[in-house]
């Protein structure tokens, strides 16, 4: 069976049984506990904690998951992968242990054939359920239920929380072996290919096991090792979900897998795995960057990278990947094609970032040569590999050539000190709540929302938490955040802010209470109201009138439907594919962020701000309405990439210009806005563009402040408003030449302080070494200085020049060294040797091998570094 064949034949064998298929979630979770979908029950952990209400009894999916805890085993062993397909039958409070099992077999033994004489299970030691089941219920061979301990077989949700034993099916290899001392840590001959957890405990904080009310099924079966199973390869690389990329690479390497030895297959098989996971994270939205989930696609993109320099691809191929990745996984992924040219773009720019970031690596490791070591340390190998993806191999290589072994136990230390904090980060899905706020929402049903129609109601005090503790009562001038039964304050969510206001109400005292409501944020379904008591007292069970202010909500409307219309006149002016990457509704100021590779030039903000302005002004009655979410993709409207929406979903609709899905707050025309006002546009990150801009009130207030600052500069200039621009180039045209002038002048006092530094020149050999101190110049003006000595020395002078720029800050260190072509010839290079020397001021550069310039912080140390580098020079010389 192919891969999308096993896949489609476990979802239907599910779906024929009361199962809701669904569609697989985003790489990048609705969960601040982890940076990545790790696990196939990812989506569905609120539904297991009871926080969110279970989309059906029983639920089927092929869920796309990424883990890098054990990257170095990529490719070197026969399964382990970056990014994988968890296929998972669900219970939420329906079936349990036994029908979990027998649908196991029958789907293992039944629609993918598996002989029972090659298949193994394990139970938990104390599973006596499980085991029973197997052996009674199932007929399963006694000698091939196996018992394993708690590390294995107990799946625990964290220190506290759901739990519960588990069993797991075994595919044996080589069952000629035999029933008799089976040992399935035996990886040669046994693969594990479908877990089934049973969460049927609750963990208390003393460790105490309690039987939970609802029993649930948690399943996971790995879509390549099934693969690897049913088509008769060795490893999961060599099916068809992973070997077209294999073969791809191998193409672009001008290789042949099959003839390569280990090293060349281990590159290989890291370039395929590594091509699906880093195309499915950019599709969802990933960009590559040095920190959280964008380092691991930055990591991975570069191990890509790295393999193929090792295989001798030795020019960009990522986009080649790319297009092998999308068209292997597109039927699954449709998205993949339809986000081809974002993913493309950004595989591209991030290679060609790389490439450079390695001659950088390059030269570090000049660097480190050239201060002659004994040995290139594990530490300063590891920076190589980790931070410039320069590989060991080749540190190994280059340091060999100059009679240097590399340490690698230390490099392997530094290794495994990055392997444990991945560990540490990356393995668990943790499920214990946080906070009080958590625990009461926990707890509480989801608050009706009436702010679409109310901006004031009475309400019931649901919870309170005071200054962060739960609590029954709150006096004045407590920070509080409240719960309502029902609320008109919009809850912060989808980019807009939350509401304003106060709760006023006759308080538990009886002399009226007032709270100010500074924020409110949204706890799953739960509104939580932030602020603080101005007077009385509140406890719970008390009614209060809630006000949200009004002026704040017309603004945070106002800029939310400008926001809508920024996004339509940018997929009409820049390009039809552009798509929302966040965004921020304020009250004075509105940020979109989007996927565009380019900067958008300034004529076309100004085409955006005029259209914009003109759909404001042609008064277009907004149209929201409730639909289910097939309907409403149907009828156009946009949806946030990556986004989870429910099947009935809120569609704002302003006729003949935007239709989307938004939960947020809108005014009725856009006549309501007013006026519309681009205030800058940046990149945030890799192929991501942020616009920012006000509209309706905000508009005057950021005009108003622009027109203080032009009325002050016509003041300093003595300019009117129209002539500003053309007095302020001309002052810069003046200073320009001034400062030109200075610099001559400068470079003129060098070279004359200079000329009386030759006679301090020395033999050494056959060669002139001049090292000397020369202060009050600016770098460009020390290094003419010091390539007019070597003129004036001859083709076997080297200088060294060194001073503070200005005599007064020691903080500035300038370092100029300039070679003859005989020195250069003698081994020495300037570049490399300056390098070294401005370290020991506290700093560093570099430059050509005839002439460089480095740079310090220590002007304490200088006269030291010069009596160095005259040392240096001397024993090199001489």
Request: net charge negative; hydrophobic share 45%; with cysteine.
């Amino acid at each position: 069976m192919s891969g999308a064949e096993i896949r489609a034949a476990f979802l239907d064998f599910y779906e024929q049984r009361g199962h809701k298929p669904m569609a697989s979630a985003s790489l990048v979770p609705d969960d601040p506990t982890v940076l990545l979908t790790i696990a196939g029950m990812l989506p569905f952990k609120p539904v297991f904690l009871g926080q969110q209400p279970r989309p059906a009894a029983r639920a089927t999916s092929a869920q796309k998951c990424i883990r890098t805890n054990d990257i170095e085993n990529v490719g070197r062993t026969a399964r382990h992968h970056t990014f994988f397909e968890m296929l998972g039958n669900f219970s939420f409070g329906d079936y349990f242990k036994e029908q979990a099992i027998q649908w196991a077999w029958e789907l293992s033994t039944g629609v993918f054939g598996l002989s029972p004489q090659n298949l193994v299970v394990s139970v938990f030691r104390e599973d006596d359920e499980a085991e029973a089941i197997w052996r009674d219920v199932v007929g399963v061979n006694p000698k091939r239920i196996i018992r394993m301990d708690e590390a294995d077989n107990f799946w625990a949700s964290g220190p506290t929380g759901p739990c519960g034993p588990c069993s797991e099916i075994y595919y044996d290899f080589k069952p000629e072996l035999g029933d008799d001392g089976i040992d399935l840590e035996d990886d040669g001959r046994f693969i594990e290919f479908y877990n089934l957890v049973f969460m049927q405990y609750n963990r208390d904080a003393e460790g105490t096991l309690t039987p939970l009310a609802n029993r649930n099924i948690d399943t996971g079966m790995g879509l390549e090792r099934m693969a690897q199973i049913l088509q008769g390869v060795p490893n999961n690389y060599e099916t068809d979900l992973i070997y077209p990329l294999i073969e791809t690479a191998a193409g672009l390497a001008g290789v042949d897998y099959r003839a390569l030895d280990d090293r060349g297959k281990t590159s290989l098989k890291v370039i395929g795995d590594h091509s699906r996971a880093i195309t499915q994270l950019i599709c969802d939205g990933v960009t590559a960057s040095n920190l959280g989930r964008g380092y691991i696609l930055r990591r991975l993109l570069r191990r890509v990278v790295r393999h193929g320099r090792l295989l001798g691809i030795d020019k960009p191929f990522l986009t080649a990947m790319g297009e092998a990745s999308i068209a292997l996984m597109q039927a699954a992924y449709p998205q993949l094609n339809e986000r081809r040219e974002v993913i493309l773009a950004e595989l591209q720019r991030e290679e060609a970032r790389f490439l450079e970031t390695l001659e950088r690596g390059e030269k570090l490791l000049a660097d480190v040569l050239a201060a002659k070591p004994q040995q290139i340390s594990g530490e300063q190998a590891f920076e190589l590999y980790d931070t410039y993806g320069f590989p060991l191999e080749l540190t190994e290589e280059i340091a060999e050539e100059h009679g240097l072994t590399v340490d690698l136990a230390g490099f392997e230390a530094a290794m495994e000190a990055q392997r444990q904090r991945a560990k540490a980060a990356a393995v668990s899905i943790d499920l214990t709540l946080q906070g009080a706020i958590d625990q009461v929402a926990a707890e509480l049903e989801a608050t009706q929302f009436r702010g679409y129609e109310l901006l004031e109601q009475s309400s019931c005090v649901l919870a309170l938490v005071v200054n962060g503790e739960p609590a029954q009562r709150a006096v004045a001038g407590d920070a509080v955040q409240v719960v309502l039964d029902t609320t008109p304050f919009y809850g912060e969510g989808g980019g807009q802010v939350g509401d304003r206001g106060v709760l006023c109400g006759d308080g538990a005292g009886g002399d009226g209470v007032i709270v100010a409501i500074e924020a409110v944020s949204r706890n799953r379904s739960v509104f939580v109201h932030s602020g603080r008591v101005e007077r009385g007292s509140l406890a719970i069970g008390d009614v209060v009138h809630g006000q949200v202010d009004r002026a704040c909500r017309r603004r945070a409307q106002a800029n939310h439907t400008a926001t809508h219309l920024l996004q339509a006149a940018l997929k009409q002016v820049v390009d039809p594919g552009i798509g929302q990457a966040g965004s921020l509704v304020d009250f004075d100021r509105l940020r979109f962020d989007f996927h565009c590779p380019r900067a958008v030039t300034p004529a076309e903000l100004q085409q955006i701000e005029a259209l914009i302005n003109g759909w404001i002004s042609e008064a277009h009655a907004l149209e929201v309405a409730e639909m289910a979410i097939d309907a409403a993709k149907a009828a156009g409207a946009v949806a946030m990439f990556g986004e989870k929406y429910a099947d009935v979903v809120r569609v704002v609709d302003v006729p003949g210009v935007s239709m989307e899905l938004c939960g947020g707050t809108h005014v009725a025309n856009t006549a309501e806005i007013g006026l519309f006002k681009i205030v800058g546009e940046s990149g945030v990150a890799a192929g991501i563009r942020r616009i920012e801009a006000v509209a309706g009130a905000a508009v005057l207030a950021y005009l108003n402040e622009r027109d203080a600052v032009v009325k002050q500069l016509g003041e300093r200039f003595k300019a009117q408003p129209g002539e500003i621009v053309e007095r302020v180039v001309q002052l810069s045209d003046e200073l320009k030449a001034s400062q030109k002038a200075l610099a001559a002048a400068r470079e003129e006092l060098a070279l004359a302080k200079s000329a009386a530094l030759a006679a301090q020149a020395q033999a050494v050999g056959g060669s002139v070494l001049l090292v000397a101190r020369l202060d009050g110049v600016e770098g460009a003006g020390l290094q003419s200085a010091a390539q007019g000595l070597v003129d004036q020395l001859g083709a076997a002078a080297a200088v060294v020049l060194g001073g503070l720029p200005d005599p007064t800050d020691a903080g500035k260190v300038i370092l100029v060294a300039a070679f003859g072509p005989d020195v250069i010839a003698a081994g020495p290079k300037a570049g490399a040797f300056i390098g070294g020397i401005a370290k020991l001021c506290g700093g560093g550069g570099g430059g050509r091998p005839n002439l460089a310039q480095a740079g310090g912080r220590d002007g304490a140390a200088l006269d030291g570094a010069l009596e160095q580098a005259r040392q240096q020079l001397e024993a090199a010389l001489g």
